[in-house]
């Protein structure tokens, strides 16, 4: 299959940037949540603090770095409508893009006007520096808000689908359930009428009429098992149960997750360079930038280390206090290099809050892969068993049908031909009795059956029907290929792996399965095809499409998603063994 030009152009960048990318291109960017972390960013972090010197001067700066950041924020609000109406991520990207860097770059501007007229504050004449600060800033900062956001925003939509199609499956599994109660049932009750039916032939005197009855009753009951094996589950009441309920919301804490290492201390230090390259030179850009990120480093180290073993909440509150107290020694630290001012107070405020934005990216990736991950997997093992369940149940009929309409049937045939000739003895008749006795058992599953296969493709996708519509393209080699049990076993894994990442991630609710022969019988290639878009992972596939062996990829073609899988079925010559199996089997059914 060919790539598309979208997908070409994504496969060339970095999983990392192509994250970035998305968040930037997501259609998600400027939302309440960056307003929320933009306002005291300005405020407190990027204030025009140069000419500061008096706690009062500070209040002003802060007061005039919020004032233009209202301001902006509401100049971007028509880029925030354009947002969520063009279609071409690429335009998106650009445009967000843009606007941030555009708002980023006239920002010192506007803080130096409203400062100067407004407080009386002083203008900061190193432009270059502090647009760079602001860049850098922005869009780090939003970029890693947008991240988070987006995360979540998936992450609850993928955990909705995925807890609707337990339900829907659930419901079918209930289905299976009463289906296999009632269908155990029915050959219960009517084998025992068939049983008191046989007594009371054999206590009276016989004849062809009476033991033709008899027949044309085993007869009529085979064929009922026969339609019941093909019962639509969907006729089938399912059991009364309660509905699936999502879980409680985890408070702010239990939501910090340590972040990438080194990630908050690139972010920070690339912030601070403008500054300490105007306050000292190139030697102090050096000093600052790697102190910071040398004392990042430990943060991220000691983050994990005090977290390890502790619950959810403990790990957030000791996060923000290690972060915090890395923010305290820079601070301190700020005197020792020669920075004598008020502005190095600001990473006690400035370095948390990137540390907690970061974490909570950390937390949003983690916890919608773990989710999904359960999710996905309780899915699957619901749909696995309602399908055996089921299948199971279908296969108990059918040989009960093949039972009575050959073994008991063909006993009552020897025996009333014997009356009609007035030849039945009475060890004849015991011979019948036992015979026909014999079968009834067996039929009813006492006689030691094997067991039941697992459930085929076409058991596993009717289960799927109330979740997804799923078309099959199966070709004649790969219907002969899966009457191997084996076969049969890896194809369903393979499909099922597949409806999964549809529920999770398409918004269309139908896919189409293909499973062909590669031509030279060793193998079965199995696609499973959705409309949606492939999201990009920094970690490679999910442990589910990794799971499924070293020929499993999936990508995007197109307007679709592919999962393609190589199932092995043996050498040629077995393949023909299995075939033949296949056909003896379909000769043999009734």
């Not at 900061?124 to 760079?132: E, F, K, Q, T, V």
Request: hydrophobic share 55%.
């Amino acid at each position: 299959m060919g790539w598309g030009r979208t997908s070409r152009r994504r496969a060339r960048l970095r999983p990392g940037v192509a994250i970035w990318w998305d968040a930037i291109s997501g259609g998600r960017f400027l939302t309440i949540w960056s307003a929320l972390v933009a306002l005291p960013t300005a405020a407190l972090v990027l204030a025009p603090y140069a000419t500061v010197d008096t706690a009062g001067e500070l209040f002003a700066a802060q007061l005039a770095a919020l004032a233009v950041a209202v301001v902006l924020g509401v100049a971007l609000v028509p880029v925030w409508f354009l947002e969520r109406r063009i279609a071409s991520p690429t335009v998106r990207g650009v445009l967000v893009l843009s606007a941030v860097v555009v708002a980023a770059t006239i920002r010192p501007f506007l803080n130096d006007a409203v400062a100067l007229h407004l407080f009386g504050l002083a203008a900061d004449p190193a432009w270059l520096a502090r647009i760079i600060t602001n860049v850098v800033a922005w869009i780090s900062v939003l970029s890693l808000v947008a991240i988070a956001e987006q995360l979540y925003v998936s992450s609850a939509i993928a955990r909705v689908r995925l807890i609707e199609a337990l339900q829907a499956v659930t419901d079918e599994q209930r289905r299976a359930v009463s289906y296999e109660r009632e269908s155990r049932t029915f050959l219960a009750t009517e084998i025992g009428v068939l049983r008191s039916a046989l007594s009371a032939l054999t206590a009276s005197v016989l004849d062809f009429e009476r033991v033709r009855e008899f027949s044309d009753t085993v007869r009529s009951l085979s064929h009922s098992a026969r339609a019941r094996a093909g019962l639509d589950l969907a006729e089938v009441a399912p059991d009364v149960a309660e509905a699936l309920v999502p879980g409680a919301e985890r408070a702010f804490l239990e939501r910090l997750r340590p972040p990438a290492v080194g990630l908050v201390g690139a972010i920070f230090a690339a912030g601070s360079a403008p500054f300490a390259l105007r306050t000292g030179g190139l030697a102090l850009v050096v000093l600052i930038a790697g102190g910071i990120v040398a004392l990042c480093l430990v943060a991220d180290v000691v983050s994990r280390r005090v977290a390890y073993r502790r619950s959810a909440r403990d790990r957030g509150l000791l996060l923000i206090i290690v972060w915090i107290s890395v923010a305290v020694v820079i601070a301190g630290a700020a005197p020792v290099v020669g920075v004598h001012s008020l502005v190095p107070l600001i990473p006690v405020v400035a370095l948390p809050g990137v540390a907690v934005i970061a974490a909570l990216c950390s937390e949003a990736v983690h916890r919608g892969r773990v989710e999904s991950r359960r999710l996905g997997r309780a899915l699957q093992a619901v749909v696995r068993s309602a399908a055996d369940r089921a299948s199971g149940v279908r296969q108990e009929l059918v040989r009960a049908s093949e039972v009575l309409h050959g073994r008991v049937q063909g006993s009552c045939v020897i025996l009333a031909a014997q009356v009609d000739d007035d030849m039945a003895t009475r060890a004849d008749i015991l011979a019948f009795e036992k015979a026909v006795g014999d079968g009834l058992m067996d039929a009813a599953g006492g006689g030691g059956a094997a067991p039941s296969r697992p459930a085929d493709l076409a058991e596993t996708v009717a289960i799927w029907g109330p979740v997804l519509s799923v078309s099959s393209d199966v070709d004649a080699v790969a219907t002969r290929a899966l009457t191997d049990e084996l076969v049969s076993t890896r194809v369903v894994a393979v499909v099922a792996e597949g409806l999964v990442n549809a529920v999770k991630h398409a918004a269309a609710r139908s896919a189409a399965i293909e499973v062909h022969g590669d031509g030279a019988g060793s193998s079965l290639a199995v696609r499973v095809r959705t409309r949606g878009r492939l999201r990009v992972d920094s970690r490679g596939p999910g442990l589910g499409v990794a799971g499924l062996g070293p020929t499993a990829r999936i990508f995007q073609h197109g307007r679709d998603v592919v999962l393609e899988v190589s199932v092995p079925t043996g050498e040629p010559e077995l393949v023909g063994a299995g075939q033949a199996g296949g056909a003896l089997h379909d000769s043999d059914s009734m």
